[in-house]
């Protein structure tokens, strides 16, 4: 049984790093970030099988992808917190001579990055090749994958789509963080999403949908997604979120989907976040 | 050393060389998958779809798709050999070769057919004449472009020794094969096929048949030339270049590609660093293809017998 204090506790760590990583850098994507925490704290400290340090091959473990790659600062958070590597380093995002680039990459080696994102509608792919990669080397962990919604606008989203149901790609959850924002607007405005839902089960997807900030309920359904594996269905959850969760100026709107707090901002939205694992120290240079 | 050496015989698509090869890699390697958009007979990669169905994925009409799974089995370690038409299996794709095998450093090998103008009827479309422009600007990525069915054979199983993305390109047409068995391929390694005093020659793909043509019916004019199969793009072989260049004096270059981005502008910058040379172009001067016989085709883009010929009488005058 999840302690589910510990990873709220956690979650809300994971907030703070994200507004202090953005912050530091003035620039970041510090909205869907936000909207993911729960879903990143509940993957890392909780769901996946995971082994002791970083094999890019993720043999006999679960690994994850992230296609919408801008949503990094969760992703490092995280990272650094479940330890692929030190959370000091967390201070160093999007600047010059880092390991954490401003969208994820591989090129400079970060433990836990498997593939570089940030040219969206690719990672479903990638995590598609993996799942099939994990079939032949007869490995039945599994493969985690999340999109955006606004990368349900890619083509490519589609063909992955086609080809997962086609080959049965059954060892596969992908996730779309569902916030209905995009860099333009809501997503009804920009290129509406209607029947998501219908779309991909129409598509040959077993289909769920939960809501996302909500550690409960999102463990209860990564659980039941789980269950669906090896069903001969690649599966999808569309997971209902709010953009900005737990910053309550920054909540439900696109306007923070690509913007760094300026410092007042910054100590309004700390003072909402607990501190429960430890502030990483800051460059000297940075001013908090 | 002499042409006769690189006698016909006999004439088969580049295509075959690759698919023939894929096969025994197959059986010999058993981290390496195929993965075919739709056409898996144009790729002949049908004999290794049928020993190894398992090790084999149609991706149908989405090629953005194939390259992202290609890079996730790559991460899982597995040597994916992806199919598809030049065309397909670059500008269509680029972003996706970029981001998810380029930039990823991925163990991806992109294999690419019916190249260039000889294509044929099937027209501009499908000519790309860019492919390997495109291929090389990405940062860590190898090109190679052999010049017949062995040649083809041997760089498929080559590149499976290296880790990380190659682009290897080839054609459509039935085309003289006259690379003998015991020619040892070697990648980014220039192939010396004729030594000779007035001139370099630096030919590639298909355009080394012609180049060889070429070499002999100028010798028999009195002009000595030198030739040299670049298989390798890149890495380009750039001592070879320079020793060749340092030689003769002059240089002229014959690809089935535009003539920017392709071997020739690869050379040239070589040699305007390190050696700058007189020096010809044998390539497609900025335009596109059309419908039409393969050979019709060269002759008439400017990647023919003549004008190889005529290119070294042009470059000896400006030696």
């Known amino acids: 049984m999840a302690d589910i204090q510990r990873l709220k506790d956690i979650a809300s760590q994971v907030r703070r790093d994200i507004i202090r990583q953005v912050h530091a850098a003035q620039s970041g994507h510090p909205g869907g970030s936000l909207g993911c925490t729960e879903l990143f704290t509940a993957l890392y400290f909780e769901v996946m099988d995971r082994k002791p340090g970083f094999h890019m091959d993720g043999r006999d473990e679960d690994v994850f992808f992230l296609s919408n790659g801008h949503i990094s600062p969760v992703w490092y958070s995280v990272l650094a917190r479940s330890g692929y590597f030190p959370v000091s380093e967390l201070s160093t995002f999007r600047k010059i001579n880092s390991r954490l680039q401003g969208h994820p990459a591989t090129h400079e080696g970060l433990p836990g990055i498997?593939?570089?994102s940030g040219s969206l509608g690719q990672g479903l792919s990638v995590g598609l090749g993996m799942a099939l990669g994990k079939k032949l080397n007869g490995d039945d962990h599994l493969v985690y994958c999340l999109c955006g919604d606004g990368e349900m606008q890619e083509g490519q989203i589609w063909?992955?789509?086609?080809?997962?149901?086609h080959h049965k790609v059954d060892n596969l959850i992908a996730l779309i963080d569902r916030n209905g924002q995009q860099i333009d607007g809501p997503t009804k405005e920009v290129i509406s999403l209607p029947n998501l839902k219908k779309r991909w089960e129409s598509f040959g997807w077993k289909t769920m949908e939960t809501q996302g900030n909500d550690m409960e309920q999102l463990l209860q359904a990564l659980a039941e997604a789980k269950n669906q594996t090896g069903n001969g269905q690649p599966i999808m959850i569309i997971m209902h979120t709010e953009m900005g969760y737990g910053v309550d100026f920054m909540e439900g709107t696109h306007k923070w989907h690509g913007v760094a707090p300026n410092d007042e901002q910054t100590e309004k939205a700390l003072a909402q976040l607990p501190e429960t694992l430890g502030d990483y120290p800051l460059k000297s240079n940075d001013a908090e | 050393m002499m042409l006769s050496k690189y006698e016909q015989t006999g004439k088969k698509a580049t295509r075959q060389g690759f698919g023939d090869a894929l096969l025994e890699l197959g059986q010999a390697n058993d981290k390496v998958v195929g993965l075919c958009a739709d056409l898996t007979g144009s790729l002949k990669m049908n004999a290794f779809q049928d020993e190894f169905p398992n090790r084999f994925f149609q991706a149908g009409i989405s090629e953005a798709n194939m390259m992202g799974v290609a890079s996730g089995?790559?991460?899982?370690?597995?040597i994916p050999y992806t199919g598809t038409f030049a065309n397909f299996s670059t500008g269509r794709v680029y972003d996706q070769i970029r981001q998810s095998i380029a930039y990823s450093h991925k163990n991806?090998?992109?294999?690419?057919?019916?190249?260039?103008?000889?294509?044929?009827?099937?027209g501009a479309t499908h000519q790309i004449l860019e492919d390997m422009g495109?291929?090389?600007m990405l940062p860590g990525m190898t090109v190679i472009n052999p010049c017949d069915y062995n040649q083809t054979k041997w760089a498929t199983k080559a590149i499976a020794e290296i880790d990380g993305p190659v682009y290897l390109r080839f054609g459509r047409p039935g085309w003289p094969v006259f690379m003998p068995e015991d020619v040892p391929f070697e990648i980014g390694k220039a192939h010396l096929m004729k030594e000779g005093t007035d001139v370099s020659i630096f030919a590639t793909g298909h355009l080394v048949w012609i180049a060889m043509q070429a070499v002999n019916a100028l010798e028999e004019e009195g002009i000595s030339c030198e030739l040299i199969n670049l298989h390798t793009i890149k890495p380009l072989d750039e001592e070879a270049v320079l020793a060749s260049a340092s030689k003769t004096g002059c240089v002229v270059t014959a690809e089935e590609h535009q003539r920017l981005g392709g071997l020739g502008s690869s050379?040239?910058?070589?040699l305007a660093m390190h050696h700058p040379t007189p020096m010809n172009f044998v390539a497609v001067d900025d335009s596109f293809g059309e419908s039409g016989k393969p050979m019709d085709l060269l002759e008439k883009y400017g990647l023919g017998q003549k004008n190889?010929?005529?290119?070294?009488?042009d470059i000896l005058r400006r030696k």
């Open chain 1, 114 to 116: 498997r593939v570089a």
């Open chain 2, 267 to 270: 050379i040239a910058e070589t």
């Open chain 2, 308 to 313: 190889v010929e005529q290119a070294v009488k």
């Open chain 1, 159 to 165: 063909e992955a789509a086609m080809f997962g149901a």
């Open chain 2, 73 to 78: 089995l790559a991460t899982a370690g597995f």
């Open chain 2, 108 to 122: 991806v090998k992109i294999c690419a057919s019916h190249a260039g103008l000889t294509l044929g009827e099937d």
């Open chain 2, 134 to 136: 495109l291929m090389q």
